[in-house]
């Protein structure tokens, strides 16, 4: 069962990732080097945590590039 389990959680965590690479390429992003996007991630992660205003502001601009597709 525990096997069954493990299997269950990778293959959500590989959906996840496939996922997570699906924004990339729809934001246009797909040619950047790898380097670039980390950084610019992280970068985010930091501003995220001291600014509540950034977070709902691109927040919308998501939303409103998602449309009728998701969240």
Do not use: C, N, P
Request: proline fraction near 0%; aromatic fraction near 2%; charge should be positive.
């Amino acid at each position: 069962m525990s096997k069954t389990i493990s299997s269950d959680a990778r293959k959500k965590d590989t959906r996840d990732k496939i996922e997570l690479g699906g924004l990339i390429v729809k934001a246009g992003l797909r040619f950047e080097k790898r380097a670039l996007l980390l950084g610019a991630l992280i970068d985010l992660q930091m501003r995220l945590k001291s600014d509540d205003s950034e977070r709902s502001r691109l927040t919308a601009i998501g939303a409103e590039a998602f449309g009728d597709e998701g969240e």
